[in-house]
């Protein structure tokens, strides 16, 4: 009987942790560029004196699913998606680099190229990208690179700034932090990447996929149930 109270509560500790990560998928289902989350945990055996006949279920770091999203087309000059693979690079508030797939930009009072969260969005030399104002128009091609015309200039004129940042760093090489961002988990920055291309007036959408959130959140609270009639009895 103690050997089964140890199971029914680890099996219970497992499923509440698995139920927090899909409703937050479920939160996130229109978050642009959102990576949806999976529950994982391993089997470990209670260490002490005597025999280890008890078992439980220990909780790892959730894994990712890097899974491209669909695109959406706004029409928005700002707006970039991710073609395939690879990563926007951006500064966090400890001013180390960050990386996401949410394009959705925009130039602050200061001339300063940022996410709609208000992260700075680096070049290739991991320096924040600064624009001169004021500005008439501002566009981004495909390689990143940031063009615009300033507020005076001819109609034709066509000035190029810096380049965004692009990444494709191996996703197994990747963390996922509280803040929705990844970085690398040595700690390093990932040299930018010539092969990323972007698609300008459009943003991906999160690869959440509601069916299987919901499924998988009625599936978990049988779990549960099962676990605490288990522990009762």
């Given at each position: 009987?103690e050997?089964?109270?140890?199971?029914?509560?680890?099996?219970?500790?497992h499923?509440?942790?698995a139920?927090?990560?899909?409703?937050?998928?479920?939160?996130?289902?229109?978050?642009a560029?959102?990576?949806a989350?999976?529950?994982?945990?391993?089997?470990?055996?209670?260490?002490?004196?005597?025999?280890?006949?008890?078992?439980m279920?220990?909780?790892?770091?959730?894994?990712?699913?890097?899974?491209?999203?669909?695109?959406?087309?706004?029409?928005?000059?700002?707006?970039?998606?991710?073609?395939?693979?690879?990563f926007?690079?951006?500064?966090?508030?400890d001013g180390?680099?960050?990386?996401?797939?949410?394009?959705s930009?925009?130039?602050?009072?200061?001339g300063v190229l940022?996410?709609?969260?208000?992260?700075?969005?680096?070049?290739?030399?991991?320096?924040?990208?600064?624009?001169?104002?004021?500005?008439?128009?501002?566009?981004?091609?495909?390689?990143?690179t940031?063009?615009?015309?300033?507020?005076?200039?001819?109609?034709?004129?066509?000035?190029?700034?810096?380049?965004?940042?692009?990444v494709?760093?191996?996703?197994?090489?990747?963390?996922?932090?509280?803040?929705?961002?990844f970085?690398?988990?040595d700690?390093q920055?990932?040299?930018a990447?010539?092969?990323?291309?972007?698609?300008?007036?459009?943003?991906?959408s999160?690869?959440?996929?509601?069916?299987?959130e919901?499924?998988?959140?009625?599936?978990?609270?049988?779990?549960?149930?099962t676990?605490?009639?288990?522990?009762?009895?």
């Amino acid at each position: 009987m103690e050997k089964l109270i140890y199971t029914a509560m680890s099996g219970a500790q497992h499923t509440l942790m698995a139920q927090q990560i899909r409703a937050n998928n479920l939160a996130n289902v229109n978050t642009a560029g959102f990576r949806a989350d999976f529950e994982r945990v391993s089997a470990y055996a209670l260490t002490g004196d005597g025999y280890q006949s008890r078992v439980m279920a220990k909780e790892e770091m959730a894994g990712t699913n890097f899974k491209a999203g669909p695109l959406m087309q706004t029409g928005r000059k700002l707006d970039v998606a991710i073609r395939g693979e690879g990563f926007l690079a951006v500064q966090v508030e400890d001013g180390k680099e960050a990386y996401t797939r949410m394009g959705s930009l925009r130039v602050s009072p200061l001339g300063v190229l940022e996410t709609s969260t208000g992260l700075s969005v680096l070049d290739d030399a991991g320096q924040p990208i600064v624009l001169p104002l004021p500005m008439e128009k501002v566009e981004i091609n495909q390689d990143g690179t940031v063009i615009g015309r300033p507020e005076g200039a001819a109609p034709d004129t066509v000035e190029e700034y810096q380049r965004i940042k692009l990444v494709n760093p191996d996703t197994r090489a990747l963390s996922k932090g509280n803040d929705g961002l990844f970085r690398r988990a040595d700690g390093q920055a990932e040299k930018a990447s010539a092969q990323v291309r972007l698609a300008s007036g459009a943003l991906e959408s999160s690869n959440v996929n509601v069916v299987d959130e919901m499924t998988n959140l009625i599936r978990l609270q049988r779990q549960f149930d099962t676990q605490v009639k288990l522990m009762q009895t």
